[in-house]
């Protein structure tokens, strides 16, 4: 399996549901990436796991609470979004080493409502 | 500041032309340089991946090379084909901090 796979493919939420984005990935990688993309722009990080540990949070916003339940999966928790947060969702995974390249998802289309 | 640059932002190409998409990246301290490929609306489809060590990938009619030293990439598309159309971004891996930073693509068209 060299996939990473997140669901749902597309999400329409209104400001005050809960929603969660789903990624999961069974390549043994141990680092876990959410990236945001918006619109002809390139995609920005948000947060970073490594070893299920969150190692990176860029300064992202609390209404977005992400997840490593296990080294297969990672979660992105959402509550309170503006409009603005919609986006496309990327999730990645890479080995821990420097020497590995990342590999995507297909990314989580979101609509805020 | 570590920034990555992709000149030109937009190309246009008739099919069967050869081309080159470039990447400049301020600091020669990189690990790796990662070419991707991005349909609308999609996820990135990892095309090559370069070490530091590397000059140059190839795969298919894709061939990536890298100078460090100049702080350049480019990625050489030969005999494109409309199916090659896509936005294409490079990323660095400027550190072991586990993050990549994104150039602002190059989305190109290859008409038929």
């Known amino acids: 399996d060299t996939e990473v796979t997140q669901t749902p493919k597309h999400l329409v939420m209104g400001m005050t549901n809960k929603k969660s984005l789903k990624c999961e990935q069974h390549?043994?990688?141990?680092?876990m990436y959410w990236y945001k993309q918006k619109a002809k722009k390139p995609p920005e990080l948000m947060f970073v796991?490594?070893?299920?540990?969150?190692?990176i949070n860029e300064s992202v916003p609390s209404r977005f609470s992400p997840e490593c339940p296990n080294s297969s999966l990672l979660n992105l928790h959402l509550h309170a979004l503006q409009p603005e947060d919609s986006a496309l969702y990327l999730c990645?995974?890479?080995?821990?080493?420097?020497?590995?390249?990342?590999?995507f998802g297909s990314g989580t289309r979101l609509t805020v409502v | 500041k570590q920034e990555v640059t992709q000149i030109p932002a937009a190309l246009s190409v008739p099919e069967g032309e050869n081309l080159v998409l470039n990447c400049s990246f301020t600091d020669s301290a990189i690990y790796n340089l990662q070419w991707f490929r991005q349909d609308p609306g999609k996820g990135l489809t990892s095309l090559l991946l370069?070490?530091?060590?590397?000059r140059e990938q190839t795969s298919g009619r894709l061939n990536a090379s890298l100078d460090k030293s100049s702080g350049r990439s480019t990625l050489y598309i030969a005999a494109s084909q409309p199916g090659d159309s896509a936005t294409y971004l490079c990323?660095?891996?400027?550190?072991?901090?586990?993050?990549?930073?994104f150039g602002g693509g190059t989305r190109l068209m290859v008409k038929p």
């Open positions: 370069i070490q530091s060590s590397q």
């Open positions: 796991y490594s070893y299920e540990k969150l190692s």
């Open positions: 390549m043994g990688h141990r680092a």
């Open positions: 990645a995974s890479s080995r821990t080493g420097i020497n590995y390249g990342y590999t």
């Open positions: 990323a660095v891996r400027y550190n072991a901090g586990n993050m990549l930073t």
